[in-house]
């Protein structure tokens, strides 16, 4: 089953001599529990790419279709919410509230979408990301992979449609970087979990089910793991 498709996606900034082609006519579909990776080199349009995806940029044209939806159909109010519940944003460098404690960082979208939070699948979290002694502490006291977790935690607690990562591993060292590939692709084994990856990582790469390669602003290959490897 689709659960994302993208039909020609064009991103266009500034005017004139100051203009750039971010993304060109780009489409593609994601089926649901795909582990791809988005990679290019710099300023190629995958980050550009990921933000439209998540909701967070505008496409100049085209279509962004999610579990159904067509994002850009949608308001600012409405879009907000679908985006809360429907996509789950992990950054490089992790955006915890510096004030709140893992506990609060991981629940804080179910309680701005005015629910209370599923205490089964926090504690499952918790248990898996392996956070459990570490509940009340704030961003400040934890390491930087462990405030990765938190926030691939806090990306998970509404049952995401689709997990989008950008560059998830770019801020940590060798070992905290393979426990989080590690962790990413167990939820999406386990648990049927869609994720989209934009990495330099070529270990994320590798592990992937997919890869997609960006060049200015277009896609130019759209490979299964086995060809890469090749």
């Given amino acids: 089953?689709?659960?994302?498709?993208?039909?020609?996606?064009?991103?266009?900034?500034?005017?004139?001599?100051?203009?750039?082609?971010?993304?060109?006519?780009?489409s593609f579909d994601v089926e649901q529990g795909e582990f791809?990776?988005?990679?290019?080199?710099?300023?190629?349009?995958?980050s550009t790419l990921l933000h439209i995806l998540g909701g967070v940029d505008v496409p100049t044209k085209g279509e962004v279709i999610i579990s159904g939806t067509d994002i850009g159909k949608l308001n600012e109010t409405k879009l907000a919410i679908f985006r809360r519940r429907n996509i789950g944003l992990i950054y490089q460098f992790y955006n915890l509230i510096p004030i709140l404690n893992v506990e609060e960082n991981m629940t804080l979208p179910i309680l701005l979408d005015g629910k209370r939070p599923d205490k089964k699948l926090l504690n499952s979290l918790v248990d898996k990301l392996g956070l459990r002694n570490r509940l009340t502490h704030l961003p400040s006291q934890l390491s930087g992979g462990q405030q990765q977790r938190v926030s691939i935690g806090r990306a998970l607690m509404n049952h995401p449609a689709i997990l989008l990562a950008d560059e998830p591993t770019g801020n940590l060292d060798t070992e905290n970087s393979k426990e989080i590939i590690?962790?990413?692709?167990?939820?999406?084994?386990?648990?049927?979990?869609?994720?989209?990856?934009?990495?330099?990582?070529?270990?994320?790469?590798?592990?992937?089910?997919?890869?997609?390669?960006?060049?200015?602003?277009?896609?130019?290959?759209?490979?299964?793991k086995a060809e890469v490897s090749a």
């Fill in 1 to 26: 089953m689709k659960i994302l498709e993208i039909k020609n996606l064009c991103k266009v900034y500034g005017k004139g001599e100051t203009r750039v082609d971010a993304l060109k006519n780009v």
């Fill in 36 to 46: 791809v990776a988005i990679v290019g080199p710099s300023g190629s349009g995958k």
């Fill in 182 to 224: 590690t962790l990413l692709r167990k939820f999406n084994r386990e648990n049927h979990q869609t994720v989209i990856i934009i990495t330099h990582d070529d270990r994320i790469a590798l592990s992937a089910d997919r890869v997609i390669t960006i060049e200015d602003g277009r896609i130019t290959k759209d490979t299964g």
